[in-house]
């Protein structure tokens, strides 16, 4: 199983994305600029932040 980290993830495909990954034994986390609905970890910040992508790991 692996984390999979979703960038963009309030997108149409990071909506489609989460659930093909889960049903393959994934994690996917989730990440966005803005605040989404999900039943995922999520964190909001964006990927060009130099501190978003540290909180994931």
Request: hydrophobic residues 40%; proline residues 7%.
């Amino acid at each position: 199983m692996a984390k999979v980290l979703i960038t963009g993830a309030g997108g149409n495909l990071g909506r489609v994305l989460a659930p093909a990954l889960v049903e393959r034994g994934h994690e996917p986390i989730m990440m966005d600029y803005r605040t989404i609905e999900t039943s995922y970890p999520f964190i909001q910040g964006d990927i060009m932040s130099s501190g978003s992508p540290h909180e994931v790991m």
